[in-house]
């Protein structure tokens, strides 16, 4: 079992940039896949970018080629970047891990990933 804890989340304004972290416990968390969500106000929780153990990454349309997610084993964490930030990124940001790996069918079902932190506020001002 892994538990995560984000940071990193906070106002910034458009055209800026954050890095959010993901912290986990437990000694396996290299053999750990983590994902980051966000959910807006009034909206579905939606999928941002994953990382698998061996560090294939994936994105959504709307994210790729500004945020970019890798982790630190050594550290257990895995890091979001965020640049280039608009205000519709404006969301709870929450990170998620599954033990094992993601494939291209499953990276971005909310429902696979059973372990979930309490989720960074990013407020993107226009």
């Known amino acids: 079992q892994v538990q995560l804890v984000e940071s990193g989340g906070g106002l910034v304004q458009a055209g800026g940039s954050l890095r959010l972290s993901c912290a986990a416990s437990?000694?396996?968390?290299?053999?750990?896949?983590v994902g980051w969500f966000r959910q807006a106000p009034g909206k579905e929780r939606e999928f941002v970018a994953a990382?698998?153990?061996?560090?294939?990454?994936y994105y959504t349309d709307s994210t790729k080629g500004r945020f970019t997610i890798s982790r630190d084993n050594a550290k257990n964490t895995v890091y979001l970047q965020m640049n280039s930030l608009k205000p519709e990124d404006t969301s709870v940001y929450y990170c998620?891990?599954?033990?094992?790996?993601?494939?291209?069918?499953?990276?971005?079902?909310?429902?696979?990933?059973?372990?979930w932190g309490q989720g960074t506020q990013v407020t993107v001002s226009s």
């Open positions: 990382i698998n153990w061996n560090r294939d990454t």
């Open positions: 437990g000694r396996t968390f290299s053999s750990y896949a």
């Open positions: 998620a891990a599954l033990q094992g790996t993601l494939y291209s069918s499953n990276y971005d079902s909310s429902s696979k990933y059973p372990y």
